[in-house]
DNA sequence: CAAACAAATTGACATTGTGTCAATATTATC
DNA sequence: GATAATATTGACACAATGTCAATTTGTTTG
């Protein structure tokens, strides 16, 4: 029993450090360049494996960083499902605005591997699909949360849930590109607090 | 006098046309398939001239492109341009929506080529970088405004105009990829009047 | 008008990267 | 230790790019 596990175990192994070792050389790769400048050659030299090893793990470029994104998605989806339950459009408010907080901080704190995603947004199918999945989630949830306030008589009923949402999603997606790049200016906070009072109580002056 | 331009006419005509026919095929290529996909020998065997010839009026397929975004850019800048002048917060109101209409209605008639332009925003950088002109010159412009209302008392005045500009271009521009990969279900009217009605009036109730 | 010149066109070539696969090396089983 | 199963490898075929010396076409000049 034991050593049976132990047999098959140092078989896989090889394979699981080869894929280590890839994907360790690719995130470094990866980060001193660009995604589309980046070779599998350049990889599996930084690795120590054979070339064709490369496509014996993986895909090609666009599944290696689909891996080494998978962390990454995970804390925007953290992001995503952060409760939403005020009970005044001042609560309503304040939570928008951390949350929008908390998605810009995290493409702060992302900032590298982020770029090297957006880059390959660009070129890949199958990496614009991904980041479609994680916008999707986020758009789903804040219908939901302006169909709860709708609801609660907080929000206008007038406005279709999901285009209100898609709106705002995407004010907020682009500054987290700019972000990323590091192109803005104006700090995380300011950003989030402008964004959300224009989207809460609008431009604007009513009486 | 006469004959001298004409036979310096004759020469440049010969450029001019093997120009004009790469252009043409380009067009008809990039149309039929994808900006990727799309390569010089296609262009060079669809346009009837050989491969260098290309590479002696172009620099690649990017510039190809470029020319071809020309006319369309114009177009944007064009609905960039209008005049915004209003007397009543209900008039900005229009005004803005009326905005955002012709930049949707704008992508809806240019969606080949738009279609072509997007997926080169993501290749190449030369034309992301022409496409952050027009996204420049737009919030420049949104900015104006903004700052105009904010002067005229009918905005308030607490929020910095280029932030505020900035993402209600955003939310535009990423429903006008929406229109123009005909992903969205909503009519280009519905999504106009909702966005700017979060963006003048805002989501939450007031009292 | 024909020789010399200038300009535009051409396609073969070197280069770079991809993905595949038969051969080889490693590990497990009997 | 022989055999089978699995993992690794790099040489190869293919596709596309961009360059450049040679060629073709058009212009000028004596």
Known sequence: MKSDDMKIDKRHLRTIRTREKLLVAAREVFLENDFQTTTISQIIKRAGVGYGTAYVHFEGKDELLIVLMEDVMD??????EQPFEPGTAEEAKKQIEQQATAFLRLAEQEREMLRIVEQAIGVSYIIRAKWKQIRERF???????????Q???LARSDLNPTLVARGWFFANEMYLFEVIREETTASIEEIAKTLTAVY?????EHD
């Open 139 to 149: 758009i789903e949830r804040i219908s939901r949360d302006v169909r709860y306030a």
């Open 151 to 153: 609801g609660s008589g």
């Open 75 to 80: 804390r925007f989806h953290q992001v995503a």
């Open 200 to 204: 809460t109580t609008g431009l604007y």
